[in-house]
Every structure is written in structure tokens, then in C-alpha cells.
């Protein structure tokens, strides 16, 4: 992670070094609503979107916001088939005594 905005109801963790303006000011509108879950999370290809920044994840409780749904779905990302398979990634994270959950966070 790169830093946080937390002058919001929610924070906004950051994995994106530069956010043009109209996309900082959806992300704070965002931020600022009672349903979201946690915090935002702004990868590095978010811009503004229709309704709400393209390249953010949205979690939220009670609530679906259907314009934060399917704008611009998968600008920039890849979907790569990696040579591991899950019993392999099971015993490279029990050998280190860790679990899936740590696993992620050190991706994270």
C-alpha cells in the first residue's frame, strides 16, 4: 500500500501514486457514504468513472450501488494461470508456518 486519505468517514487506502481530480473528488463522495465496508481501496489504474472511479474496490454493507458496477470492467487488468497448484501453495505456506490469510496480507 502507498498511503491513505483519511479526512473521511471512510478511509481510503491507496495502491496508486497519482489520482487525477475528478477521480479524488468521486473517491471522497464514496468515502463519505454510511453504507461502505471498512475502507476503499484504489488500485493503480483508477480514474474517474460514470458514477464512481473505475479501478476501486467497493465494499460495502446493506447496500449495492449499481453504478459502481460494470464501467469500464476490466480496463488494465490480466488474468495470468500461474504454474502452482493449490496443494503446492498449501505446503509452501505450512512449511513457513503461516496461513492462506498471511499469505495474502504479504501480497497485499
Not at 478511509?11 to 463519505?32: G, M, T
Not at 479501478?55 to 495470468?80: E, F, L, Q, R, W
Request: aromatic share 6%; net charge neutral.
Amino acid at each position: 500500500m502507498l498511503g491513505v486519505i483519511g479526512e473521511n468517514k471512510f478511509p481510503i487506502k491507496l495502491w496508486a501514486n497519482d489520482i487525477e481530480e475528478e477521480a479524488r473528488k468521486q473517491l471522497n463522495d464514496l468515502a463519505n457514504m454510511p453504507f461502505i465496508f471498512k475502507w476503499l481501496a484504489v488500485m493503480p489504474d483508477c480514474h474517474a468513472g460514470k458514477g464512481s472511479t473505475v479501478g476501486t474496490v467497493i465494499a460495502t454493507k446493506g447496500a449495492v450501488i449499481p453504478a459502481a458496477i460494470g464501467v469500464d470492467i476490466g480496463c488494465s487488468m490480466t488474468a495470468i494461470k500461474l504454474n502452482f497448484s493449490i496443494d503446492e501453495i498449501l505446503n509452501i505456506v505450512s512449511k513457513r508456518k503461516e496461513t492462506l490469510e498471511d499469505l495474502r496480507l504479504r501480497i497485499e
